[in-house]
């Protein structure tokens, strides 16, 4: 049986994938195979020897220890795309909060007393702001959410340009034909009234949206931030606010510097926050993790590659490892000592990781000796043998 640990509130119903006797299901657990998240910050939590693999409900692994992770070859996942309709509403919501002063509209008729109805005629003309229909947007990113976002600004009548050196096949055949690509993102900052970030945050996204960046910008451009807050420079944004530079911001992410600035509208991290993204989270999670623990199958890794081939009747041995010369030619060699005969095998590496699915025919075979054996070898960092 795989034990799995939740660390946040899961959606019950994500969690029907792995309601079987192969998996028990706890927030209390132990010594768990598995862990599925959302927001609970990992960075300092102790990671159990038994763990093999965390699934974060949700696109951004930012709570995640990675590195370390990787390390202890344990395959840390995510739901890329489980959430995109929400999101894409939200970002919807956010470019019509940026144009047509609509919260601020709203909480002006709030504080109104006497004769509401002649007050709002009198005062609505400080609240008008202009149509989308006709402007031009630029979409960095165009993965899962960036495609829905760049279709729907289509839909809206909107000039759009989308940039994405990374483009994956799914994202080409669904974007529309509409939107314009570039591969170079200075004609973004330089020509768009509106830019949306739809890109993971990492070391190197880190302030993407920085003083240089904004010295490019359109004037007045309004910036929409739905991805993560790290990706833009706090410090150079408010200075580009003050001098015009850039109109509005309206992010989900925020922080102290950010409130109380008229220019900036916070929006308290409510992008997925729907019960249908959050069950398409977890239900993503779940089935990610039901398939490595059972199966061995990799999709949709953070730190290792996808890896899939059909289970065959024999066993299945799984091994983790660096992305280094000499290794799967030692582990093939301890194989065939052991007169174990491979009928079939996969191995992909992502960065400085790897990964290994072997088939064998024989369904008995000494497991403990042959984990020892594979580990004993330089760079191998976790066995597994189903």
């Not at 992770?69 to 929400?86: D, L, Q």
């Not at 989900?252 to 916070?266: A, H, R, S």
């Amino acid at each position: 049986m795989f034990k799995i640990l939740t660390l946040n509130k899961i959606s019950d119903s994500g969690l029907e994938p792995i309601k079987n006797a192969n998996f028990s299901i706890s927030s209390e657990e132990q010594n768990p195979d598995g862990i599925i998240l959302r927001s609970f910050a990992m960075h300092d939590y102790p990671l159990p020897p038994t763990l093999k693999a965390v699934a974060r409900a949700g696109a951004g692994i930012n709570n995640i220890p990675i590195q370390k992770c990787s390390e202890e070859g344990i395959v840390v996942f995510n739901t890329p795309g489980a959430n995109a309709t929400a999101v894409r509403e939200m970002v919807i919501a956010g470019l019509l909060l940026s144009n047509r002063k609509i919260y601020q509209g709203i909480n002006w008729a709030q504080s109104l007393t006497g004769d509401v109805a002649k007050l709002v005629e009198k005062g609505k003309g400080d609240f008008v702001g202009p149509e989308l229909y006709g402007k031009k947007i630029g979409i960095i990113g165009l993965g899962a959410i960036g495609v829905l976002v760049a279709n729907a600004c289509v839909a809206l009548g909107m000039e759009v340009i989308g940039v994405d050196p990374f483009m994956s096949v799914e994202a080409a055949w669904a974007i529309s034909r509409s939107v314009r690509r570039t591969k170079d993102i200075n004609e973004i900052y330089g020509q768009c009234d509106y830019i949306s970030l739809h890109i993971p945050y990492n070391e190197k996204t880190k302030h993407t949206i920085n003083e240089s960046v904004l010295e490019k910008v359109k004037k007045g451009v309004k910036l929409i931030n739905f991805a993560r807050g790290e990706i833009v420079d706090n410090a150079a944004l408010k200075k580009a606010l003050d001098d015009g530079t850039v109109s509005t911001y309206v992010t989900d992410f925020p922080t102290e510097e950010l409130l109380g600035n008229p220019k900036i509208i916070t929006i308290p991290h409510l992008a997925a926050s729907t019960p249908e993204a959050e069950e398409n989270c977890a239900l993503m999670a779940s089935e990610e993790l039901k398939n490595y623990l059972e199966t061995g199958v990799i999709k949709n890794s953070v730190n290792f590659p996808n890896c899939d081939i059909p289970l065959a009747d024999g066993k299945r041995i799984c091994i983790v490892h660096r992305n280094t010369s000499n290794i799967i030619g030692p582990i093939t060699t301890a194989l065939a000592e052991r007169k174990l005969n491979i009928t079939d095998m996969l191995s992909a590496s992502k960065g400085d990781y790897a990964y290994a699915l072997i088939d064998v025919d024989s369904k008995e075979i000494n497991e403990t000796e042959i984990t020892e054996k594979c580990l004993a070898i330089e760079g191998v960092l976790k066995v597994r043998i189903l």
